[in-house]
């Protein structure tokens, strides 16, 4: 397949250099999923810097006690700004949208998705989302103070523009749910001969799990922010307790979305280190269809445990235990494919290259993550730590480290595949060393912090807290100078290095069978599958 | 994208069924707030419940069927060729909408003109389960109304197919899908009218 191709010496630039529009057109109007990848690609990576730089400012501000450099109203809406950001314009898209989008189709053996017009029409919602977000930041009231949760009574009764920042939300959540329609619907239908269910590459069942989530849980989201929003406007108060409704109930509604909306998050993660282990240690994944059915197993388990955000919230204690025993059992299907990865590490030849790295963190951050999630998933424990930096610790830990890090590893993996350059990997190995120290000082504070009795989400404390936070605001520029460097080196990359060939990693699912660059319809031929995504003898590469 | 574009029909409407269960989830959450609700105020529910005029949820629930019926023969009859009433039949699905509407229209006035709707003051000196059953009221039938006027919408705009020859007897899953749509529309409106109008008698 890879050198078929007699006729293509000028589409060595792949679909980067076939356009049916002239100029920004050519993207912006392009129905080709590497284009609309590479579309929420850049998007998702210059809202992650913004959100970044919003996070920098937190620490900044939380230096000393009292005003640092921002007084309070103005570290509400930075912090909000900061949750909503990362969360609905990095985190849910980042991997899915981008790399979904990108390396899916590629990896089914197909030409494009199922929906190409609906995959456009997705990616402009998620802009037209994140533009109405922006614009709630500059008009009415003032940028919303919420927090990225919306909790009622505060977000229908403050000032600021809460209301159109519900529907920036609901239309972002409304490009998640076609996404995940395109994606099922791809998944089913668009497989190349041969590609049956148990030789589809881990990183596309895990898409496959989280579209799940996408198109089952979204939907109630969708719905409780247009509650809020109907509450603002017309005063239909369902969660007023002053026209008999409950603001317990929203919490419910809220996170029977945004609990399983953490596995959209980290669920597509778990598939690039699921993809990128056994390329990096030479052996086929230990226990593959283990892997395939701990993805499902998070999926359908993630959606029964959203209470655990509301044991203090004053529900029945019946309801707590129950939510807190369903809450372990989502640690088993975790913990499943962290061994499986280890086994799969366990007497490979393992190539230390920068993938590798990032997934390797992946593995130490989410482990440490998810079992700090323990501690707050467990009654007992969760009444001490509810509300303070621990929490925050603990989902940067299993956000930022776990997904964050499989993003970072997607974009040393991929981008190569997809621009046709190799970056400079010495300096990529000493970026992730400086990110992930800065990472560890920056979030460990975080958590000790926390323990000793932090809030978050305050803007003042008391003097005793002072030198952890100051380690943490440390380990923030810190991690912000990896940052700085891996970008640069990434971008420096795509622009004048090296060219690759096909498969500079030796991988042994299909897009690395496609040339670099991959061209407009990926295969020259409807490809056929005859072995498994990991069987690196009959593909060749051993 | 060259000239070898085939459609998957059953990918199609594979995507349409996905995207129905979206909306039956979106529903969702406003059903699971009326049974918490209703297991809170039981009685005040019932009395609320005698305030709606079961003659215009009955009329309506007559509407919105005869319209399905519609539909499901109107792509039988593309099908089998019969164009003109094919259009007739999405003509009159369409009819039906407005009508539902129309019916929808004077309800609703009939109701704000006793003072009742949301964030009113005579609302608010209802006792609480009562408030809290006219503002979902409102919400549930109002959310409904607007998938009424987007599956309208969605069926005029396969007319202008029709009429133009893309969606044809060989080439109907637009027309298929539009109907399942609409289908969805009447469905939820079979959950609301005994949850609303009959159950709390």
Known sequence: MTSAAPASSETSRGFLGEARYPGIFGWIFSTDHKRIGLLYLWCIIAFFCIGATLGVLIRLELWAPGRTIMDAQTYNAVFTLHGVIMIFLFIIPGIPAAFGNLIMPIQLGARDVAFPRLNLLSWWLYIGGAILAVIALFTGGGPPDTGWTFYVPFSTHTTTNVTLATVAVFTIGFSSILTGINFVTTIHRLRAEGMTWTRIPLFTWSLYATAWIQVLATPVLGITVALIFAERVIGTGLFDPAQGGDPIMFQHLFWIYSHPAVYIMVLPGMGVVSDIIPVFARKPAFGYKAIVVSSLAIAFAGSLVWAHHMYTSGMSDLAVMVFSFLTFIVAIPSAVKVFNWLATLYQGSILLDPPLLFALSFILLFTIGGLSGLVVGAAATNIHVHDTHFVVGHFHFTMFGGTGMAFFAALHYWLPKIYGRMYDKAVATVAWGVIFVGFCILYLSMKIVGIMGMPRRYWDYVPEFTGLNQLATAGSWILAVGLVLMFVNLIRGVLYGAPVGANPWGGATLEWQVPSPPPTENFEADPVVTHGPYDFKKAGIL | ?201
């Open chain 2, 1 to 201: 994208m060259s000239g070898h574009v085939h459609k998957d029909y059953t990918g199609a409407k594979f995507g349409m069924w996905l995207f129905l269960f979206t909306e039956v989830l979106l529903f969702g959450g406003l059903f699971i707030l009326y049974s918490v609700y209703l297991a809170r105020y039981p009685q005040a529910f019932v009395a609320g419940g005698a305030q709606l005029n079961v003659w215009f949820g009955g009329a309506n629930t007559l509407i919105l069927l005869t319209s399905s019926l519609m539909v499901a023969t109107s792509i039988t009859a593309l099908r089998r060729g019969a164009t003109s009433l094919c259009l007739g039949l999405l003509g009159g699905t369409v009819a039906c909408a407005a009508l539902f509407l129309v019916n929808k229209f004077f309800e609703w006035s009939a109701k704000i003109g006793h003072g009742i709707y949301p964030g009113s003051a005579h609302l608010k000196e209802l006792p609480p389960g009562e408030m809290v059953f006219f503002n979902i009221y409102y919400l549930t039938t109002g959310l409904h109304g607007i998938h009424v006027v987007i599956g309208a919408i969605v069926l005029t705009w396969t007319m202008v197919f029709i009429k133009t020859g893309r969606v044809n007897a060989h080439d109907w899953v637009i027309l298929e899908n539009a109907g399942l749509y609409w289908h969805l529309v009447d469905l939820i409106w079979i959950f609301i009218f005994p949850l609303y109008y009959l159950i709390l008698h």
